[in-house]
């Protein structure tokens, strides 16, 4: 069960009722991060065991949704998110998408999707008004040769340097001070699509646990708690601005030996069950 203890929090947060996304594109901004390489087993044990209090005060009261990633790893995940095929519901049926593309004969865009033009989520969102930002994080995002220009590409403002990547043990603090200048600095009546690619759970990750000197599960979760406490001002900063849409989500998970396995891009339940949620912060008016 969850932790019962009352969690003090500046974030006010309130508890999700859309039944359709054409109600939320042009009334607020949007806001998709994924935690790189995040377990649900740890994410939700994590909410469970009150280690994320952040987190918690957005999230649904049953915590974080399990799902299915519709890949293996970054680079393959984010080809699929930014198609609109965000990761599936763990239970049988087509399920009706947020967001979606023109595409004929897809049997998951219902009334309630909002169907954007364009090759992918931040070019339609362009045509519909938003300013597109992307903070990278990892690999894949790092702009340093063409495939690293790819998933960047798509957005029209993009950001990466060594400090918002995986070897910097203060990534998220820099990804979300970034975050935070850019969100000041737009006008508040130009609405946002901010993506963040959260890079601190990606091996190495070590060093968010003292005395530990190799990566292991427990340094996974330990690299998900200081992701928490370090989303705070990102949070402090979008109630300021205006009314939120957020995607919270994995891309895909990674193993620690389990079956003889360890690190991701194979298929197996570790690597394709992932921590998925959908959270509305109001503005502070």
Same mark, same amino acid.
């Given at each position: 069960?969850?932790?019962?203890?009352?969690?003090?929090?500046?974030?006010?947060?309130?508890? +999700?009722?859309?039944?359709?996304?054409?109600?939320?594109?042009?009334? *607020?901004?949007?806001?998709?991060?994924?935690?790189? =390489?995040?377990?649900?087993?740890?994410?939700?044990?994590?909410?469970?065991? /009150?280690?994320?209090? *952040?987190?918690?005060?957005?999230?649904?009261?049953?915590?974080?949704?399990?799902?299915?990633?519709? @890949?293996?790893? =970054?680079?393959?995940?984010? %080809?699929?998110? $930014?198609?609109? $095929?965000?990761?599936?519901?763990?239970?049988? @049926?087509? %399920?009706?998408?947020?967001?979606?593309?023109?595409?004929? @004969?897809?049997?998951?865009?219902?009334?309630?999707?909002?169907?954007?033009?364009?090759?992918?989520?931040?070019?339609?969102?362009?045509?519909?008004?938003?300013?597109?930002?992307?903070?990278?994080?990892?690999?894949? $995002?790092?702009?340093?040769?063409?495939?690293?220009?790819? +998933? !960047?590409?798509? $957005?029209?403002?993009?950001?990466?340097?060594?400090?918002?990547?995986? &070897?910097?043990?203060?990534? =998220?603090?820099?990804?979300?001070?970034?975050?935070?200048?850019? +969100?000041?600095?737009?006008?508040?009546?130009?609405?946002?699509?901010?993506?963040?690619?959260?890079?601190?759970? *990606?091996? !190495?990750?070590?060093?968010? +646990?003292?005395?530990?000197? =190799?990566?292991?599960?427990?340094?996974?979760?330990?690299?998900?708690?200081?992701?928490?406490?370090?989303?705070?001002?990102?949070?402090? &900063?979008?109630?300021?601005?205006?009314?939120?849409?957020?995607?919270?989500?994995?891309? %895909? /998970?990674?193993?620690?030996?389990?079956?003889?396995?360890? /690190? *991701?891009?194979?298929?197996? !339940?570790?690597?394709?069950?992932? !921590?998925?949620?959908?959270?509305?912060?109001?503005?502070?008016?």
């Amino acid at each position: 069960m969850p932790n019962t203890q009352t969690h003090q929090s500046s974030i006010t947060s309130y508890e +999700l009722q859309i039944t359709n996304y054409n109600t939320i594109v042009g009334t *607020h901004d949007l806001i998709f991060l994924t935690f790189d =390489t995040l377990r649900y087993d740890v994410a939700q044990s994590l909410w469970q065991t /009150g280690r994320t209090p *952040h987190l918690a005060a957005l999230l649904p009261n049953t915590g974080w949704e399990k799902r299915h990633s519709p @890949g293996s790893f =970054t680079y393959a995940a984010h %080809h699929a998110f $930014f198609a609109g $095929f965000l990761p599936t519901p763990i239970a049988p @049926g087509k %399920h009706p998408r947020p967001f979606a593309l023109q595409f004929e @004969g897809s049997t998951t865009i219902a009334p309630e999707t909002c169907i954007l033009n364009g090759a992918s989520l931040p070019e339609g969102l362009v045509e519909r008004g938003y300013r597109t930002l992307c903070i990278g994080g990892v690999g894949f $995002f790092n702009q340093c040769n063409p495939l690293g220009k790819v +998933l !960047p590409g798509l $957005f029209q403002e993009k950001y990466w340097s060594p400090k918002l990547g995986v &070897t910097d043990r203060n990534s =998220t603090e820099h990804q979300v001070a970034l975050a935070c200048d850019r +969100l000041q600095a737009i006008p508040q009546n130009q609405r946002v699509f901010l993506f963040i690619n959260l890079s601190a759970l *990606h091996q !190495p990750n070590y060093f968010y +646990l003292p005395g530990a000197t =190799t990566d292991s599960i427990e340094t996974h979760a330990a690299a998900l708690e200081y992701i928490d406490r370090a989303l705070v001002p990102l949070w402090e &900063t979008l109630r300021k601005r205006a009314p939120s849409f957020g995607i919270l989500c994995s891309d %895909h /998970g990674t193993t620690y030996g389990e079956d003889g396995y360890t /690190g *991701h891009r194979i298929a197996h !339940p570790i690597v394709w069950t992932v !921590p998925y949620a959908e959270i509305l912060i109001e503005q502070n008016t």
